[in-house]
Nanobody, 128 residues
């Protein structure tokens, strides 16, 4: 069993940066691949970024490539999403998710049904 708690959301202006953190409880954190998803009002929960259990493999949705960076600290049981050059369209609730598979391909990494555990989410609002 893994429990996930996100933090770091807030209200920022377009062009600003923000860092989200996801703290995980439970054992064998490094065996879980982790991901960030986001959900805007009235829309589906969409994939944002993925990192494998070792941290060697990452994937991003096209619209955040080059602006967002996902990283993990397995000693601290923590995953971080650094977001730069934020845009109003980045506004959403951001969720951390854990996958019992240590790594997967880029297609499955984007499928929210493949994740076993979810956090409660943290709101990110970007004003124009």
């Amino acid at each position: 069993q893994v429990q996930l708690v996100e933090s770091g959301g807030g209200l920022v202006q377009a062009g600003d940066s923000l860092s989200l953190s996801c703290a995980a409880s439970g054992r064998a954190f490094s065996t879980y691949a982790m991901a960030w998803f986001r959900q805007a009002p009235g829309k589906d929960r969409d994939f944002v970024a993925y990192i494998s259990g070792t941290g060697y493999t990452t994937y991003y949705r096209n619209s955040v490539q080059g602006r967002f960076t996902v990283s993990r600290d397995n000693a601290e049981n923590r995953v971080t999403l650094n977001m730069n050059s934020l845009k109003p369209e980045d506004t959403a609730v951001y969720y951390c998710a854990a996958d019992r598979r240590t790594s997967t391909n880029s297609v499955r990494a984007q499928n929210r049904d493949d994740y076993d555990y979810w956090g409660q989410g943290t709101q990110v609002t970007v004003s124009s």
